[in-house]
């Protein structure tokens, strides 16, 4: 149990929000969704695209909170959170950085941090969606086999069903709940197994759904306590638009209403009888409009003739790159024709061309929000490939362009424009929310508690709350006693997997993996072994036979990031068997964690004497011999 401490902190509510009264003409229709009543007059310069393409504003201004009002209120209100998740949104393939992302980035990592080394668990929607609402690992989300089981969800043990240990126990809502949180869940949750006719523990508000269609989409709708759980297709846009609803404008509408209604509820009441609220918005931009033959995403229909710098997907170095001795399904893999390559970059252009609304909507957000107490994220379920190794679509796979993901936090005493290259994944995203309900109020002298924070037993994140926040060398200390040197990375197949048609996923090519950062300043610069202090190891098995890694691995790969950071060579026969022998080792201790042991695992000093495993493998595997084998590597 978690406990807010009651620390009165003064806050200075300005209320200067004034709304532009925009003018739809019948041309041109207004992009991302956005409620007209709460558009703000603050905004910034114009969008590049929106010079021919955005409405015409009326320069006439009407204000609905009292126009430059300022009061001064006493508060300890905890912090707000907004949480933008888009959907396959890559960060090593230009996504992110995209002329179509240009407000996000000024909005958020430009008044924020940017976080360079965060991943994801598992490289695709469903496990890695609930990687982050669960604050677990896969390997203790997973059913207990293989198969493909009732209720599962790309083999998330989870139903819909409210008193499914998933929503009942596990979902992150519950724990806001318990801060006396008011929580919303907006657009794509879980690939399947998402609730339809109850609300998760801890949800006040929701309008989900599976990813759904871009054009005119369905979504299960309801409110606690005043409106049930019920179905219904936005269809209805034609007739006052001339065109179909968009599926980022009706999460976008639902969620800036919703973040709104409680704005107004906060200035008006004061702590404790008001709440703060935690917003979870799930785009199901980038993703391709699912389907036969190539499929690709679709932008909004205002933006379908909009034309971006953008032409071509990058040709990194792994570009239709042939991989000989990487794992099956890459070495097998054909070269790309023309006219895949064509196909590839035509995806590209319409991924990013998505972003357009998204980006849209991030523009409207910023208005609504009390900024000098909300935390605002941007993030996204896992990344992309677009042509890597041959294939020229989709994720799954380890290689950094399928698990590296943006992450840009805007919030109270994080410094803008800032980077942090901290290794984190989704699973320490709740763990890390919840570390900053209790750290952004704790007073400046209570050092003991910022340390303590209690994190869920369910849960086996690590909170990275003093590794996010600028602020005293306490902070720093704390962070670093909680900063991880190594990840897990975890998936499943699911099953052959083909892919404009290639295949790109078959059942023995699910995997274990091992991500290793030693922190930088432990090597020296002149140190010939700098290069090895961020080693990736996979271990690839058939999950129909070997679900829980007790066969020898049938494939492998090691790759040395500093030096191939496009995992070009497999340098698995190259290094002592020794390292190898202490990643894998390593490896299966990570993939029997849980809870305090996970978080123990995945830092670097942790000690692992009087302990079996060690025993049976015959040798100390600390820290000193981990340094040890680095550099005795050839
Ligand atoms: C937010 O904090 C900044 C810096 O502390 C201050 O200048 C600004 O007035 C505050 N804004 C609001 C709305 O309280
Ligand atoms: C979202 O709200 C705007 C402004 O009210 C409206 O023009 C638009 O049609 C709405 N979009 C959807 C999909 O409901
Ligand atoms: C995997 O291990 C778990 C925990 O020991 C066990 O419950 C499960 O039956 C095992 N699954 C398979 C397929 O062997
Ligand atoms: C819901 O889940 C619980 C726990 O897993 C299970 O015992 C129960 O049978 C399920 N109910 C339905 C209707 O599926
Ligand atoms: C939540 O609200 C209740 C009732 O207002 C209050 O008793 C409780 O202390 C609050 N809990 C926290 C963690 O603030
Ligand atoms: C369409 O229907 C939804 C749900 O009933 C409603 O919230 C929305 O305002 C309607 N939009 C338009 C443009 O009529
Ligand atoms: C985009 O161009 C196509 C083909 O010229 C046209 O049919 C369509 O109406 C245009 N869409 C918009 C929103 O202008
Ligand atoms: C891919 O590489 C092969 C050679 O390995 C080459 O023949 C082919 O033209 C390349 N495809 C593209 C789209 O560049
Ligand atoms: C952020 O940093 C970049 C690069 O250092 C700089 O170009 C940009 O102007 C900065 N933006 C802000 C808002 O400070
Ligand atoms: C994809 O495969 C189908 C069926 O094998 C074939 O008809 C089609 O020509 C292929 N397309 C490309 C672009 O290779
Ligand atoms: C992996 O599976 C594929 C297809 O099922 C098969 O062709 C290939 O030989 C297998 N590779 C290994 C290393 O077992």
New binding site residues.
């Given amino acids: 149990m978690?406990?807010?401490p009651k620390v009165q902190i003064v806050v200075t509510v300005v209320a200067t929000w004034v709304v532009l009264v925009e003018w739809i003409s019948s041309s041109v229709v207004y992009s991302g969704g956005i409620p007209l009543s709460i558009v703000s007059a603050n905004v910034q310069p114009p969008h590049p695209y929106h010079h021919h393409h955005h409405p015409k504003v009326d320069e006439s201004i009407t204000s609905t909170f009292s126009s430059s009002t300022s009061t001064s209120t006493s508060l300890s209100l905890p912090p707000n959170f907004v949480i933008i998740l888009t959907d396959d949104l890559d960060w090593t393939l230009g996504g992110t950085h995209a002329s179509t992302l240009r407000r996000t980035r000024e909005w958020i990592a430009e008044q924020g941090k940017t976080f360079t080394n965060w991943f994801v668990q598992t490289p695709v929607c469903c496990p890695s969606r609930a990687e982050l609402l669960t604050g677990k690992f896969f390997h203790n989300l997973r059913l207990p086999s293989g198969q493909k089981g009732e209720g599962g969800c790309m083999h998330v043990d989870v139903a819909s069903n409210a008193s499914h240990p998933f929503y009942q126990r596990d979902y992150f809502a519950s724990y806001f709940q318990?801060?006396?949180y008011t929580v919303g869940i907006f657009g794509k949750h879980l690939n399947n197994a998402n609730p339809t006719d109850f609300l998760p523990n801890g949800v006040d508000e929701m309008l989900i759904n599976d990813g759904g269609v871009y054009l005119d989409p369905t979504f299960t709708v309801g409110t606690r306590g005043t409106r049930p759980p019920h179905q219904v297709t936005f269809n209805n846009c034609t007739e006052t638009t001339g065109m179909p609803c968009y599926s980022t404008s009706v999460i976008g509408n639902a969620s800036l209403a919703w973040i709104q209604r409680h704005r107004q509820q906060q200035l008006k009441q004061q702590f404790?009888h008001t709440k703060p609220f935690l917003a979870l918005i799930s785009l199901k931009a980038p993703h391709i409009l699912d389907g036969p033959d190539f499929p690709i995403s679709i932008p909004a229909p205002w933006y379908q003739n909009t034309t971006i710098p953008e032409q071509m997907a990058p040709r990194t170095p792994n570009y239709n790159y042939s991989a000989t001795d990487h794992h099956w399904v890459v070495r097998s893999q054909l070269p790309m024709t023309q006219e895949e390559a064509e196909r590839v970059d035509a995806l590209y252009v319409s991924r990013l061309k998505t972003l357009l609304s998204v980006d849209d909507l991030v523009d409207a957000l910023i208005p609504l929000l009390d900024l000098n107490n909300t935390y605002l994220l941007f993030t996204s379920d896992n990344g992309y490939r677009l042509g890597q190794f041959r294939m020229p679509m989709c994720k799954l796979h380890p290689y950094e362009n399928d698990i590296r993901v943006p992450m840009m936090i805007r919030g109270p005493k994080i410094r803008k424009n800032t980077t942090s290259n901290l290794l984190a994944t989704h699973v320490d995203l709740m763990p890390t929310l919840l570390g900053l309900v209790t750290n952004a109020n704790a007073n400046a002298n209570d050092d003991e508690r910022k340390e303590n924070i209690p994190i869920p037993e369910t849960m086996d994140g690590t909170n990275l709350a003093s590794c996010i926040l600028d602020e005293s060398s306490t902070t720093k200390s704390s962070c670093s006693s909680s900063h991880s040197t190594f990840l897990l990375m975890e998936y499943m197949s699911l099953g052959t997997v083909f892919r404009y048609n290639h295949t790109v996923d078959t059942y023995n090519h699910s995997f274990l993996a091992i991500r290793m950062m030693m922190p930088q300043p432990e090597i020296s610069s002149n140190d010939p072994t700098l290069s090895l202090h961020n080693l990736k190891y996979v271990e690839y098995r058939d999950s129909r036979w070997d679900w829980n890694a007790t066969q020898p691995p049938l494939e492998q790969e090691l790759f040395d990031l500093d030096k191939d950071p496009y995992e070009l060579h497999n340098i698995l026969s190259t290094v002592s068997p020794l390292l190898v022998q202490t990643l894998q080792f390593k490896l299966q201790r990570l993939f029997h964690c849980r809870g305090d042991i996970c978080r123990q695992e995945r830092q670097q000093q942790q000690q692992q004497q009087n302990d079996r495993t060690v025993e049976h493998y015959g040798r100390n595997t600390g820290n000193d011999h981990m340094r040890e084998l680095m550099f005795t590597v050839p």
Wanted: proline letters at 14%.
């Fill in positions: 978690i406990t807010v318990q801060l006396n404790p």
